[in-house]
């Protein structure tokens, strides 16, 4: 089983509609990102958390928010979805304890393409 | 205005040859590079990093050589395989431990048997 994993894998939406991604992991990280992969842009981060009560805006948040409900869950939701959001939305966490703390590599899910029409 | 720059979308490399990636950052905040691999319909997995104090780190058929003065770094893979052939980014962060890295656009390596 994938230890970062994300729900859809796929959805087509229609304009206006609201749309949750959702990702859960059972790596034990405290840190979630929200990144965004578009052809020619490669990932560019919407939001991060580094705790339960902590979120971030990242470098393209417009449009989008979020919700860190526990440790290992971490939502995007798109209030009211456009077709330039059309895009492979990628979850990553990374560790702030332990060995790997300090080497930056996050850990990403597979993925989730969403397509807005 | 993007920060980290591959400027090749692509790189065709016979097998057993080397491949090289290149890469260009314009913030001279960032201290720590990462390069990451990605599979079609997988998400990317960590390659190998590389700290601003070093100018080389090596793991297995797996080189990144980091230039500061010239802001450049670069993935040697040698001898390259066929499995090998992925999307690969770079990526830069200012400092650490941090997650909140800034990706170049990925380049597409494709490696013939």
């Known amino acids: 089983d994938a230890d970062v994993t994300q729900t859809p894998r796929n959805r087509i939406t229609k304009t206006g509609k609201r749309i949750m991604l959702e990702c859960s992991q059972t790596k034990g990280h405290d840190r979630m990102y929200w990144y965004r992969q578009d052809p020619g842009l490669g990932l560019r981060l919407i939001y991060y958390s580094f705790d339960v009560k902590d979120i971030n805006k990242g470098e393209i948040s417009d449009g989008y928010s979020v919700s860190r409900q526990a440790q290992a869950k971490f939502s995007l939701s798109l209030e009211s979805a456009i077709p330039n959001q059309t895009a492979l939305y990628f979850c990553?966490?990374?560790?702030?304890?332990?060995?790997?703390?300090?080497?930056?590599?996050?850990?990403f899910g597979e993925g989730s393409r969403l397509t807005v029409l | 205005d993007q920060q980290v720059k591959q400027n090749s979308p692509s790189l065709s490399v016979q097998e057993g040859r080397i491949s090289i990636l290149n890469c260009d950052y314009t913030n001279s905040m960032f201290d720590y590079f990462l390069w990451y691999k990605k599979y079609p319909a997988e998400g990317p997995t960590f390659l190998i990093s590389i700290s601003s104090i070093k100018d080389k780190n090596e793991d297995g058929r797996f080189t990144v050589f980091l230039n500061k003065s010239a802001k450049h770094l670069s993935l040697h893979i040698v001898p390259s395989q066929p499995g090998d052939s992925a999307v690969y980014f770079c990526a830069a962060s200012p400092t650490l431990p941090h997650g909140k890295l800034t990706f170049g656009q990925g380049t597409i390596l494709t490696v013939h048997p």
């Open positions: 990553a966490t990374s560790a702030q304890r332990g060995p790997r703390r300090n080497t930056g590599e996050l850990f």
